[in-house]
């Protein structure tokens, strides 16, 4: 299934997103919250209910997220410290990031297998990112590690440019 992900390319503190299916159908949305100097990106299916959040950690070395469901921890997604391109590590699920993740063109592997590639369209008004993802089950994980990546990518403190 493909999703597609549109985003003003402005700095916000407060976000309200849309992803969209491959028909160009609204399946979730996302909103941004900031809890002492912590920003939480909420999922929400389209009947209003949390399946998914993103919590940016704060760290001094590198950045983090974490993923929840259902306010349980699931995975961590950590920037390795590199000299060269962004790389990122998926802790507990055991999934992989490997590509170009500063033009946002990267596949997400899970035990050495593709279950999704990240594109982003060039020459839009907006940031337009395309999600293929193989494995359906895997859908909103996938979708919370894009979000997370981006969300390490452009760091700012109490402004955020996220991608959607």
Not at 57 to 73: N, Q, R, S, W, Y
Not at 83 to 97: A, C, E, G, I, R
Request: hydrophobic share 40%.
């Amino acid at each position: 299934m493909r999703y597609l992900i549109e985003q003003e390319m402005t700095l916000m503190i407060q976000q309200r997103f849309h992803i969209y299916d491959e028909t160009g159908r609204s399946v979730y949305y996302v909103d941004s919250e900031w809890r002492t100097s912590t920003l939480y990106l909420h999922v929400y299916d389209m009947n209003g209910n949390a399946v998914l959040t993103v919590k940016r950690k704060t760290t001094f070395i590198t950045p983090a997220c974490d993923l929840l469901v259902e306010g349980k921890k699931i995975a961590t997604i950590e920037k390795e410290v590199t000299f060269m391109k962004p790389q990122f590590l998926v802790k507990d699920l055991n999934w992989s990031v490997v590509g170009d993740m500063s033009f946002h063109n990267y596949a997400i592997a899970k035990n050495g297998d593709v279950i999704g590639d990240v594109s982003k369209k060039m020459f839009n008004f907006k940031d337009t990112y395309v999600i293929d993802v193989y494995d359906d089950k895997e859908t909103l994980y996938m979708l919370g590690i894009v979000i997370g990546i981006d969300c390490m990518l452009f760091k700012g403190k109490k402004t955020t440019r996220m991608m959607f």
